[in-house]
Structures are given as C-alpha cells and as structure tokens.
C-alpha cells in the first residue's frame, strides 16, 4: 500500500461514526416512492460524515489498490472459521458507547434474512440474507472504511455520472490515466462483469467467501448489492453480457431487503436462531476458508 494511505488520520480512516451511516444515507436515497429527481440528490441526503467518506472512498479506490485487496484477501489466507464465528466477531464493531446503537451486527442480519423469510423465499435467498454483509470484517482486519463498505463502481474505465459525489473522482490517480478514463477502459464490450475489477469492498470479500456454498443467484447478490449504478441506474451495461443482465434481476430481488428491513421489530434470536444453525449447516461446512 501507498506510503500516503498508510498515514491517514484519524478522520481520514473513520470519518463515519459508524458503518450504519453509510446503510442509513443509501436506504434514504432509495427509500420508495422516491423520484429520480430526489434520489438524485445526494447532497441534501448527505451528512457532512457520510460525504467525507465518498471523498476517500473515490480519491483512493484505484486499479493498483483493488489489484493488491484481491492478491491480499481473495486467497482466502486468514484461516478457517465458522459463520457463526465470524458473525461473533463482527459483532465488536458495535459501539456500546452509541446510544443510536442497540441492535448487534447480527440482529441486523437476521432483520434482512428474517425479511426475506417472511416473503417465502428459498432457503439460499434467506441465508445469502444472512450472510451477505460479513465482509465487513475488513474493518476489524485493520482496513479504512472507504475500503469495505461505499456504492462499488468499476475501476480502470470512466467514471459514470451515475456514480454517488462523481466530482469526487477527481482526486483519483486513475484519472489521469488516458487508458483509464475511455468507456471500456482496460476491457472489452460486454466482456463481462466477472472480468471487470469493481472498488474493493466487502461486497467481494464475502462473495469469495461464499462462493463455493451458494447457488449462482446468490453469489450475484453478495458480490454486487452494493454496485448501486448498475442495479438502479442501469450503468455499465456497456460491460455487462447477458449472463449479468439475468444475474441481476436477482440483485434487484434483494436489495430492498438489505435497504429497508432496518427499523424492523427486534428479531426473538431465542425463538429463531434453531432454524438459521439448520440452515447455515445445510449450505455451509463447519469451518470455511475466510
């Protein structure tokens, strides 16, 4: 890693109070009935925190440093652990001291899956629920926020307008890189989004995860919830091929699960947690690589 990205300040690593503000803004940008016009308007939404942090996230989300997070985390390198484990672990993100805070990590996944239960879904549908934000460990592996959690966007291309704060990319080294800033980029016409490198975040680190557990239409959902300029704004598709544009009727299926079953009733882990440790064990090994 750069020299400058490992020296930012405190503001500079953290400028969310917590991860939840970046959740909160975007579920306000898409909260239904929204008009384009609205959802637009990133800037009436924005807390001066939230816009901070899209600041970094796009000054510092370069090819060279997705490259290097895909060699470092997609390995796989860091040992093996239950899901359960690591949803225990990523519950000391919680901030005790927050008085805004009162549900754990996991409740907030069981918000989503339980959601996604209540609607009939399939049995993966509701544990891709589960699952599909553990990759914000990242923040617990020592990595700035900019870096696990922000609307992923491809890199080593143009920017697209459809971007959240696009003024933003200004700041990025990649554009000033001719090779960079042409539509297609480093790539070819709809060569595919499995060749196309997105921002690093956790939406690939918990789909590398998962991968070999979930069916394909699960896997989509996890490794791009969180492309918001293509799943709601209809960009990229000039990289997109087929096999994509069906991949995401399927993102689409979920996001509103993941945006808006926060502010749900508090799900009874007594009461439910027998049919989530049946259904984690009828997907998943005891132990996986992570």
Known sequence: MDDALRTTTGKEAAPLKQLDDWDDFVAARYQPGKSEGQFRNYRAD?????TE?????HAHQTLDFVLKKKAEYCGLVRGKKSIWE???YLNTLVDESDPDTDLSQIEHLLQTSEAIRKDGHP???ILTGFVHDLGKVLCLYGEPQWAVVGDTFPVGCAYSGQVVFPEFFAANPDSQVPEYQ???????PHCGLDKVHLS???????YQVARNYLPEEGQYML???????AHRHNAYRHLMNVHDEEGFAWVRKFNPYDLYSKGRE?????????????????????????
């Open 46 to 50: 924005a807390n001066p925190t939230v």
């Open 53 to 57: 942090f899209y600041r970094q996230n």
């Open 86 to 88: 690591m949803a225990e």
């Open 200 to 206: 690093f975040g956790h939406d690939e680190y918990i």
């Open 223 to 229: 490794r791009y919830h969180s492309f918001y300029a």
């Open 182 to 188: 042409t539509q297609y980029g480093i790539y070819e």
């Open 123 to 125: 049995r993966w549908f």
């Open 266 to 290: 508090r799900p009874d882990m007594k009461a439910i947690l027998p049919f989530y440790q049946d259904l984690v064990s009828e997907f998943f090994p005891d132990k996986i690589d992570w």
